[in-house]
């Protein structure tokens, strides 16, 4: 059995350093397989232009490319859909992408591609939202059933696709969600008024795309809240369930999301080094080149860390504060309704999330606080390190001062702890167990950070 890459075998079982509580319960046949999976990628300036010739290698012959309003107004969409098309294929442009897209807002993609298709190919140019919308619409177009046949249970059916799906060429404009490389559809049920997602294999695109270029007018709301999301990917992955702490698995009980293993620590760590040296940069001066291209190479090497390891607490608390929000308008976003981005979702909780998962893995805390900020000072109590850590920088790029700081108060704690205990897929990645009064008191300590 493989060792973490620290050179601690996985605590399960066992007390932690600081004499708190049972984190697992030792399996009685250990995992012994991880799995890892990535898109093709090509990254650097100038890499939009060549999708055509990409595409050609599919034989492809008619192309939609997905986008929304703000990232159609930049022009980027119908330059590259031109682009492609002087390869000598049909390319259209869809910009009816909702950013934090809805059950709604994807049905209203697949029908559009549904009655302008067949499309032998997607490419989705924008943020997550555009790449997530461009993988519903690839799933239902090639796929029979209904969405929430494929929402990930308890909330819709958990079906896996029964057929292929289409190439999908993922292009970000955002440094942040990596849904380039992962295999995650994120949406909100606006009747249950709960986010959730589809996940499977398929959904990841053939290729990402990542252009620098592509991110220099995104204004600096976005990058702040997108840049939580790249770090909040690479935090949590890093800090998950170990693989070794599961009971094996059979061949076709794998999922993505396998717990934190030495190829995904990797990615995560490389990126928490980027983020460290141009998080607060980028944010500052959307105009730093350097910056920004750290900053997609940061999300592109998140993204597949979190896609195979898979991320817990803050993002099981995201689904809801972003599901439930009522009058909250962030800065630099489409101010027409309310809305908390998502990475700025997840970062609320973060610090509290991971003062409670301390104790599991403590040598692992402790080092992703020096990687994020290595002119820190290690505090007394260890436990406090990565949460003050998170504390000054998300205040230091104007993140609001926790859940309170986007309407909710501790009135709306039940709620939001109700809606986080639906994301078990997520919270079985947690390196310790979560109850719904362990997310309470996450959230409840949330409503204030500073």
Known sequence: MLADADGCRPVT???????????????????????????????????????????????????LVVTDPGVAATGAPQRIAGQIAGYGMEARVYDGVRVEPTDESLLAAVEHARASGPWDAFVAVGGGS???????????????????????????????????????????????????????????????????????????PVLAVVDPDLTTSQPPGVTAASGMDILCHALESYTARPYTSYERKRPEERVPYCGSNPVADMWSERALQLLARSFRAAVRDGDDNEARARMALAATFAGLGFGNAGVHIPHANAYPIAGRVRDFRPEDYPGDEPMVPHGMAVALTAPEAFRFTFEARPERHVRAAELL????????????????????????????????????TEADVPALAEGTMRQQRLLATAPRPVGEDDAAAILARSVTLW
């Open 373 to 408: 900020d290595p002119s820190a000072a290690r505090p007394g109590d260890l436990a406090e390190f990565l949460p003050g850590v998170l504390a000054r920088l998300m205040r230091d790029i104007g993140m609001p001062n926790g859940i309170g700081g986007v309407g909710y």
């Open 13 to 63: 079982g066992t007390t932690s350093e600081r004499g708190e509580r049972d984190v697992f319960t030792a399996p009685s046949n250990p995992e012994s397989v991880f799995t890892y999976g990535a898109p093709a990628l090509k990254f650097g300036p100038g890499a939009s232009a060549e999708i055509g010739f990409d595409l050609g290698q599919y034989g492809v012959r008619r192309v």
């Open 130 to 204: 555009s790449i997530d919308t461009a993988k519903a619409v690839n799933l239902l177009t090639t796929n029979p059933g209904e969405l929430m046949d494929y929402v990930n249970a308890p909330v819709g059916g958990g079906l896996a696709p029964s057929r292929p799906l289409k190439p999908l060429v993922a292009v970000p404009t955002t440094t942040g969600t990596g849904s380039e490389s992962t295999t995650i559809c994120v949406l909100d049920v606006l009747d249950l008024k709960v986010k959730t997602g589809i996940s499977h294999s398929r959904l990841r």
